[in-house]
């Protein structure tokens, strides 16, 4: 079972719609007791960071979501569900993550006054490393990104998958058992799909 979990920011039925269609068993859920006993974790995020952290809090979400990372089991992080894994954020804040991948969350700081923040649309990626969860992605496939921030691990060893939006950012990084992407699978179509495929099947 791949436990989808509810911060009550994210775009949860899209999530599940596309990781059913990529072959998962999915529950939305805002139980800790669930994600526990799930085989499979996924966080989706949308909206601001401290709010998001708080929403964890508040639900007893975040020493389940500890747990599961450290038995090994396979996480995905989507969007601010990626941003929550590093240290603290500069979105209200600063603003402690979980400090699962070591580094800042930050802002766009853009000198060309054409390009626009939040950036929304669709970029390519750069592969960076060899991973389960980009089996079958090509280099320079495009991707879905709707974001003001990005997360900068301390070792750059840790990024997956680069891209480009004035400056370079990761647009996903590995750590172990947890995979996290800044951009939206559930919204980038058949790349997306086979992202989701691959954690479904590989992961």
């Known amino acids: 079972m791949i436990a989808v979990v509810d911060v009550c920011l994210g775009n949860l039925r899209s999530v599940e719609r ?6 998962g068993e999915v529950l939305i859920t805002r139980d800790p007791a669930v994600i526990r006993r799930a085989d499979k974790i996924v966080v989706p995020g949308q ?18 979501l500890r747990e599961a990372i450290a038995s ?11 941003q929550m894994l590093f240290d603290d954020s500069e979105e209200q804040g600063p603003c402690a993550g979980l400090g699962v991948i070591p580094g800042r969350v930050v802002r766009f700081a853009l000198a060309d006054p054409r390009l626009k923040v939040p950036h929304i649309g669709w970029n390519q990626l750069a592969l960076r490393r060899r991973d389960p969860l980009l089996a079958g992605i090509a280099e320079g496939a495009y991707v879905y990104f709707d974001h003001s921030y990005y997360g900068v691990p301390s070792d750059p060893a840790l990024v997956a998958v680069d891209t480009e939006h004035g400056v370079g950012f990761p647009a996903a990084v590995r750590k172990d058992n947890v995979f996290a992407c800044q951009f939206h699978p559930e919204k980038s179509q058949e790349v997306g799909l086979q992202l989701l495929r691959n954690f479904v099947e590989r992961a």
């Open 47 to 64: 909206g601001a960071f401290g709010t998001f952290m708080r929403g964890l809090a508040d639900r007893g979400l975040e020493p389940a």
């Open 72 to 82: 090994g089991r396979p996480f995905l992080g989507i969007c601010v569900g990626m």
């Open 18 to 23: 596309a990781v059913a269609r990529a072959g």
